[in-house]
């Protein structure tokens, strides 16, 4: 798990390094990226996903909407329920940090195969879910 560590660090360093200059962190850019996959989502949805406690979720995405990059509504199926989506501004800045961190995903996964890549992503997926159940 050390080596998995020091990839997601480096990872980190580098995406964030990118992201900085468009205004975002590492937290701003999960929750983008969450939300251009689906949306609208629950505030614990996108903590779930992100794997970031909804305390902290909360209070990030509180500053993004007051940044103008997404919306809050209560769910209409549940009123404690707080939906997010994302803003005009919001999917702006989803595309430039796609821009950006495409390169770095290019260039980690440079010379593997995809079968092989497509295993690490199994095993991974295997590793998260064995580890859930002791939760």
Same mark, same amino acid.
């Given at each position: 798990f050390y080596l998995?560590? =020091?990839l997601v660090s480096r990872y980190n360093v580098v995406v964030e #390094? =990118?992201?900085k200059p468009l205004g975002l962190d590492i937290p701003y850019w999960r929750v983008l990226m969450i939300l251009g996959e =689906? #949306?609208?989502r629950s505030v614990k949805e996108i903590a779930e996903a992100a794997v970031i406690p909804l305390s902290t979720m $909360? =209070?990030?995405i509180q500053r993004m909407s007051a940044a103008g990059l997404v919306t809050l509504r209560e769910s209409k199926s549940d009123a404690r329920v707080t939906e997010v989506a994302l803003r005009a501004a919001g999917? $702006?800045?989803l595309? #430039? #940090?796609r821009e950006v961190t495409a390169p770095v995903y290019r260039s980690?996964?440079?010379g593997v195969d995809r079968a092989d890549f497509d295993k690490l992503l199994w095993l991974l997926n295997h590793l998260n879910d064995n580890l859930a159940e002791l939760e």
């Open positions: 998995l560590n =020091r #390094a =990118r992201l =689906r #949306a609208p $909360t =209070r990030i999917r $702006t800045k595309e #430039a #940090a980690i996964v440079k």
